[in-house]
């Protein structure tokens, strides 16, 4: 079977992702090929960010591999957290610090407007490629559901009105910013 390295770390995503690419291929992250490295993030862009990881596993570990970014961008926040999405409450905060932060600044706000997009970088036989997925969604006013991850509580999708966190993982992906760049990430492998 074919095998593949995503340039994560993340459990969470790299459950996300093996799920989604069911038996296609064997996904390894970057425990698995031995990278403990802290890859810089230092673009302003979620695309450089994407094609930073995939590069750098490409360059020091020799392997095929794909790397993503991804952002949540609220309208009436001008954007934000945008790139910082993972750093939103601060360099040493957790998931659950960042979705404390947004309800803070959202707070009593009514335009609740956002959406999350993933951007997939693609280094395969020595060519890169890009792909991207987007889902356009609201803000909810407080955490709802127990399943998911990061932003996923406060994250409505405008197709359902329930959160990603209330959702199980097939339906989530089904329609998820992730789920829709591991589609045209897939469509690139064929």
């Known amino acids: 079977m074919k095998e593949l390295v995503f340039a994560t770390n993340n459990a969470h995503k790299l459950s996300e992702v093996r799920r989604m690419v069911g038996d296609r291929f064997v996904i ?20 450089g960010n994407a094609l930073i990881k995939a590069r750098w596993v490409k360059e020091k570990y020799g392997y095929d591999c794909f790397a993503d970014d991804t952002g949540l961008m609220v309208d009436a926040l001008g954007g934000a957290p945008g790139v910082r999405t993972a750093r939103f409450a ?17 707070a009593g706000e009514e335009r609740r407007t956002a959406r999350f997009c993933t951007v997939i970088a693609l280094i395969k036989d020595g060519r890169e490629q890009v ?30 009105g329930l959160t990603f966190a209330q959702m199980g993982p097939d339906a989530k992906n089904a329609i998820s910013h992730r789920g829709r760049a591991i589609a045209g990430l897939l469509d690139a492998l064929a």
């Open 90 to 106: 601060g360099p040493a905060c957790d998931p659950d610090d960042n979705v404390t932060k947004l309800l803070e600044v959202m």
């Open 28 to 47: 390894r992250s970057l425990a698995d090929i031995g990278c403990h490295d802290d890859i810089p993030e230092t673009a302003d862009t979620l695309r």
């Open 131 to 160: 792909m991207e997925g987007t889902v356009e969604g609201l803000i909810a006013t407080e955490r709802r559901g127990s399943d998911g991850f990061g932003y996923d509580p406060v994250f409505i999708p405008e197709e359902t």
